[in-house]
């Protein structure tokens, strides 16, 4: 079945500890993304990736990290992750890089908690 | 300043209720457009999507929106709400990246 993926699916962490988050494509995918969701505020892009070894800061990249060194794999890094962090994490990938025509489709997200 | 708006926070629709969701956008040129659900516990899933020709656009689950140039808005409908409806629905807009509304969560009462 085609899909993203995303581990952990809910995540209880504190201040400073850090972690990742893992996203993984089976769709032969160029481009891959990460967006927080928060309520009030809609979707806010973090990084993108246009294809491997190539990624790019979105609207919020401050206090994250990405790597692409798999074109299946986007983990999103927080090395020292802050309470403002606290969010609904989405993954998503669309097929080509080239503009946002493509589908873009969306993994089942990641709930963090920074106490 | 480029920006999506979603009037409507919340709306409550009874099931066989006809249902207009309202997006408006600012933006230098006519961007592409989009439709999002996003069921609970689920992802965003796309609905439906305008670039260019057919200012009405069909997209799945029978949801169709219309793009008014002179309101720069791009509205979903449905004729008839069925209560797996129930979700949040998210417009965006853009060229090179996508800009999100902040959504508008859909009650259905049977």
């Known amino acids: 079945e085609a899909q993203v993926t995303q581990n952990p699916r809910y995540l209880i962490t504190v201040t400073g500890k850090k972690l990742t988050v893992t996203c993984s494509q089976n769709?032969?995918?160029?481009?891959m993304s990460w967006y927080r969701q928060d309520p009030g505020l809609g979707l806010r892009q973090i990084y993108y990736?246009?294809?491997?070894?190539?990624?790019d800061k979105g609207d919020v990249p401050e206090g994250y990290k990405v790597s692409r060194k798999e074109k299946r794999n986007f983990p999103l890094i927080l090395e020292s992750p802050s309470p403002n962090q606290t969010s609904l994490y989405f993954c998503?990938?669309?097929?080509?890089?080239?503009?946002?025509?493509?589908?873009?489709?969306f993994g089942p997200g990641t709930r963090l908690t920074v106490l | 300043a480029q920006s999506v708006t979603q009037p409507d926070i919340h709306i409550t629709v009874s099931e066989g209720a006809s249902l207009e969701l309202r997006c408006n956008y600012s933006?230098?040129?006519?961007?592409?457009l989009f439709w999002y659900v996003q069921s609970p516990g689920q992802g965003l899933q796309l609905l439906l999507k305008?670039?260019?020709?057919?200012?009405l656009v069909q997209g799945i689950k029978g949801f169709e929106a219309e793009f008014k140039r002179s309101q720069s808005s791009f509205n979903l409908r449905k004729p008839s709400v069925h209560w797996s409806d129930a979700a949040e629905y998210f417009c965006a807009v853009g060229t090179d990246k996508l800009i999100f509304g902040t959504g508008t969560r859909l009650q259905v009462f049977p």
């Open positions: 933006y230098g040129a006519t961007p592409y």
């Open positions: 769709m032969n995918h160029e481009y």
């Open positions: 998503a990938s669309s097929l080509l890089a080239s503009g946002i025509r493509n589908e873009q489709f």
């Open positions: 990736s246009m294809n491997v070894e190539v990624t």
């Open positions: 305008y670039f260019s020709g057919d200012t």
